[in-house]
């Protein structure tokens, strides 16, 4: 129910428009994004690389924009931050929803403005990842993919493990040897689309990750990103992985900034490859509850960052 409810406040105008307005509800999201602005997001960055060896995602927040403008707008502003990822010298890879480049005014008009990050980004050396958002946007979603990944190899997709379907996405683009970023889901979905039960969707991702690591998706050159902090799902992933002599380059754990630090620094120790996706922006709302909605424990945070100091 919790869960439920925090997804519908994520996709509710009045409460994306008026509840950033509190200052409790922003000292909470300081917790899961260090600033607003991509320097912020750098800073953090180079700070994991340096401190404990973690590489890094970064995302520009918004999504479903209203007009062309504002989807060229976004596609500028990622090539901008290609190359000042270049210029850092970071190891900093790139992500972006397809709505917020203009998925829903059209497929060619977000077709363009991907087409133009992921030029950017692969003339320095460097990788876009193309994000998953409601089930209605899979089929124009890989459909995009699969149009720019024919031109730029720097360029990987999420897919959902709790959809209903993704087993069969998942085949499709094994032959291709594509980049996949595995996640559990954060949206609201009917039961028919996807599994509403958490233990039939961690045993579907787990399958998932296993197929993606089997000997003809290794040998396909699928690059495997596994996104979750579910420690008992890592150990076990981990352990299949050994048992079956895959060695660790073979895949990396993607998490988010501000969740699971102590997990994602261990791993890194242990040189497990590590990917952490630190998120920036002005239009954090929708995506900051659908990460409470992930993880309902954090209420528990917000709740402190309510009381007076």
Not at 60 to 84: C, F, P, Q, S, T
Not at 86 to 115: C, I, M, W, Y
Not at 208 to 233: E, F
Request: proline share 4%; with cysteine.
């Amino acid at each position: 129910m919790i869960r439920s409810a925090l997804l519908w406040v994520s996709e509710n105008g009045w409460c994306s428009n008026t509840l950033p307005r509190y200052g409790f509800v922003r000292r909470a999201v300081r917790r899961f994004m260090p600033g607003e602005t991509l320097d912020d997001a750098l800073g953090a960055a180079r700070s994991m690389a340096e401190r404990h060896r973690i590489r890094a995602l970064v995302t520009l927040l918004g999504e479903n924009v209203a007009d062309e403008a504002e989807a060229r707008a976004a596609a500028d502003h990622y090539v901008h931050a290609a190359e000042r990822v270049a210029a850092t010298g970071l190891d900093a890879e790139l992500s972006l929803k397809p709505t917020h480049l203009g998925l829903d005014l059209g497929f060619d008009v977000a077709q363009r403005n991907v087409r133009r990050v992921a030029q950017a980004a692969e003339a320095h050396g460097n990788w876009v990842w193309l994000d998953m958002e409601h089930s209605r946007y899979v089929d124009p979603t890989l459909e995009l993919y699969r149009a720019i990944r024919a031109d730029h190899e720097r360029f990987g997709i999420c897919l959902q493990s709790y959809l209903r379907r993704t087993p069969d996405d998942l085949e499709s683009l094994i032959p291709i040897g594509a980049a996949v970023r595995l996640v559990k889901g954060a949206y609201a979905e009917p039961p028919e689309t996807a599994l509403p039960v958490k233990a039939d969707v961690d045993r579907a991702f787990f399958d998932q990750a296993v197929r993606m690591l089997a000997p003809d998706a290794r040998a396909a050159g699928l690059r495997v990103g596994l996104a979750t902090h579910d420690g008992a799902l890592i150990r076990r992933i981990d352990a299949w992985a050994e048992a079956n002599a895959v060695g660790t380059d073979a895949y990396e754990y993607q998490m988010l900034y501000g969740i699971a630090d102590r997990l994602q620094q261990r791993l890194a120790r242990e040189g497990k490859g590590v990917r952490v996706l630190v998120s920036y922006g002005v239009h954090w709302f929708p995506w900051y509850v659908r990460r409470l909605a992930e993880r309902p424990a954090n209420i528990g945070f917000v709740l402190r960052s309510a009381l007076p100091r």
